[in-house]
Every structure is written in structure tokens, then in C-alpha cells.
């Protein structure tokens, strides 16, 4: 196993048979009211081609299906490919697929307008946040946008992420730039934001391929 296999599993892992999906699907109302950064964020991408990373049950994905032609649902999890599986049944435009945890595959080259992750990418090692970044440049269309909600927290790297707060693994504002710098995407817009009375703990980042 690799060192990025060996982040995903270490990431993943607590996420597994978690009661967490369906305790947040209660409160998932409360980050699309018309207020809210992340939504008036998303009106500034085209969305017609578009892949949720990191989908969880679809919780998300839910308020998005009526307006991407194609919708991509990506996790690493099998039991939560299975749950969207079922829950988008209807829908022949999402696509789902279990991915490797750290890349799009098997997305095609050049295939997607918008890509978006809420409440997951937080979650991510550095290597793993690197790693998406990269391949976000290969999947977007010339154009297309990223919305990521990552961490800002500089954490000790000497703990698991599941001590710090709020779960938060280790990222800051420079470190994001620059793997993106490095990626070829150009940042549209950065915001610190608080959870849970944390102030400045995460940063919801737009994301533009030149």
C-alpha cells in the first residue's frame, strides 16, 4: 500500500458505518438558504456538468439533481455508492461511482464544468487535498470551477485528525494556494469561515482551470 492509500484508509476508515449521514440529513437546510456563502457561490458556476466529491447519502446532491444535466457522485465508501445508488434510482442523469479516494477517476479529461465538496474535504490529509487539486485541473473543462470546503487549521502532525477540533486535519490558507498554484488553477475566491463557534477553523475556496 502507498503512502496516498494509506492516508484515504486512515481518513476513511472512521467514516464507516457512521450514524453521522443520517443525523446531518436533518440539518442539511440550514447551508442552502439564499444567505448562505457556499450557495451563492455555486450560482456563479455552470453546473450543467457537475461531480459532488465526497457525496456521503446524496444529502447535498439532493439540492442539485434538478440542475446539472449530468451529476457525478463520487465516494470512497461502498456502502454510501449504495445508498445514492438507490436514492438517485430515478434519475438516469447521476452518474455514481466508488473512487480511489484521492483522484476522479474514471472521469473523462477535459468533461466537467463544476466540481463541488462540502463538509468532507475537512476531513483530508494534505497529501490527499494535493492530489484532488491535481486531478481537478485534469477533469475540469477550460473554465470550470471548484468549490471546496477545506480546513484552515494547523494542526500538529504528530496526532490524528479525529483530536483536533471538529475532526479538522491539517491545512491552511498558504498551503491550499499553493497546491493549487502548483495544480494550474487559479483561485477565484477564499473566505474563512467558523464551525461550531470556531472561529476562522475552515475556509470555502472557488476554484477556476484558466
Known amino acids: 500500500m502507498d503512502s496516498l492509500e494509506q492516508s484515504v484508509a486512515l481518513v476513511a476508515e472512521p467514516w464507516r458505518g457512521s450514524g453521522y449521514y443520517d443525523e446531518a440529513e436533518a440539518w442539511t437546510f440550514l447551508y442552502w438558504s439564499d444567505e448562505y456563502l457556499v450557495v451563492r457561490l455555486l450560482r456563479q458556476m455552470d453546473l450543467t456538468a457537475t461531480l459532488e466529491l465526497?457525496?456521503?447519502?446524496?444529502?447535498?446532491?439532493?439540492?442539485?439533481?434538478?440542475?446539472?444535466?449530468?451529476?457525478?457522485l463520487m465516494d470512497v465508501l461502498q456502502e454510501n455508492v449504495d445508498f445514492c445508488r438507490a436514492r438517485f434510482a430515478d434519475h438516469p442523469e447521476v452518474e455514481i461511482y466508488r473512487n480511489s479516494g484521492y483522484d476522479f477517476a474514471p472521469?473523462?479529461?477535459?468533461?466537467?464544468?463544476?466540481?463541488?465538496?462540502?463538509?468532507?474535504?475537512?476531513?483530508?490529509?494534505?497529501?490527499?487535498?494535493?492530489?484532488?487539486?491535481?486531478?481537478?485541473?485534469?477533469?475540469?473543462?477550460?473554465?470550470?470551477?471548484?468549490?471546496?470546503?477545506?480546513?484552515?487549521?494547523?494542526?500538529?502532525?504528530?496526532?490524528?485528525?479525529?483530536?483536533?477540533?471538529?475532526?479538522?486535519?491539517?491545512?491552511?490558507?498558504?498551503?491550499?494556494?499553493?497546491?493549487?498554484?502548483?495544480?494550474?488553477?487559479?483561485?477565484?475566491?477564499?473566505?474563512?469561515?467558523?464551525?461550531?463557534?470556531?472561529?476562522?477553523?475552515?475556509?470555502?475556496?472557488?476554484?477556476?482551470?484558466?
Open 107 to 210: 472521469v473523462e479529461a477535459a468533461s466537467l464544468t463544476a466540481i463541488f465538496s462540502y463538509d468532507a474535504m475537512v476531513h483530508f490529509s494534505p497529501d490527499i487535498v494535493e492530489a484532488y487539486l491535481i486531478d481537478s485541473a485534469r477533469v475540469l473543462k477550460p473554465g470550470g470551477m471548484a468549490l471546496y470546503h477545506h480546513s484552515n487549521y494547523d494542526a500538529p502532525p504528530d496526532r490524528h485528525y479525529g483530536q483536533n477540533p471538529h475532526a479538522r486535519n491539517h491545512m491552511t490558507e498558504a498551503l491550499f494556494r499553493d497546491y493549487a498554484a502548483r495544480a494550474g488553477l487559479e483561485i477565484v475566491s477564499t473566505t474563512a469561515v467558523p464551525w461550531s463557534g470556531v472561529e476562522d477553523l475552515d475556509r470555502i475556496t472557488l476554484l477556476r482551470r484558466p
Open 54 to 72: 465526497a457525496c456521503g447519502h446524496g444529502r447535498h446532491a439532493e439540492r442539485v439533481v434538478g440542475q446539472a444535466k449530468r451529476l457525478v
